[in-house]
């Protein structure tokens, strides 16, 4: 059974620094993508990292600002989010495509994390 665990959301203050985790049991190949909900608004894409992790993609919006990152050897993906502003103010989710094929196509992802908040104050 996959199972999806994610951690590290939190409330900061704009232009503090989070860093997202997420733990992944029950595969052994695949790509990360981290998405995110705002209140009332459609689910975006963030990142994507491929399998050995020597290719990433982040949305414009957090280009220069959000890392994505994996360790292969404990199973686990990262987001680290700096220089915070209000608007990433959401519901942070982390998603795995068994396939390994590095996507921003929410629907290419296979099994999702249950989501940590994110809440970014002015």
């Known amino acids: 059974q996959v199972q999806l665990v994610e951690s590290g959301g939190g409330l900061v203050q704009a232009g503090g620094s989070l860093r997202l985790s997420c733990s992944v049991s029950?595969?052994?190949?695949?790509?990360w993508g981290w998405f995110r909900q705002a209140p009332g608004k459609a689910r975006d894409f963030v990142a994507a990292?491929?399998?050995?992790?020597?290719?990433?993609y982040t949305t414009d919006s957090v280009k220069g600002r959000f890392t994505i990152s994996r360790d292969n050897t404990n199973n686990t993906a990262y987001l680290q989010m700096n220089s915070l502003k209000p608007e990433d103010t959401a519901v942070y989710y982390c998603?795995?495509?068994?396939?390994?094929?590095?996507?921003?196509?929410?629907?290419?992802?296979?099994?999702w994390g249950q989501g940590t908040q994110v809440t970014v104050s002015s």
């Open positions: 029950g595969l052994s190949v695949y790509s």
């Open positions: 990292i491929s399998w050995t992790g020597g290719r990433t």
């Open positions: 998603a795995v495509d068994r396939s390994a094929v590095l996507t921003v196509n929410e629907f290419r992802y296979d099994y």
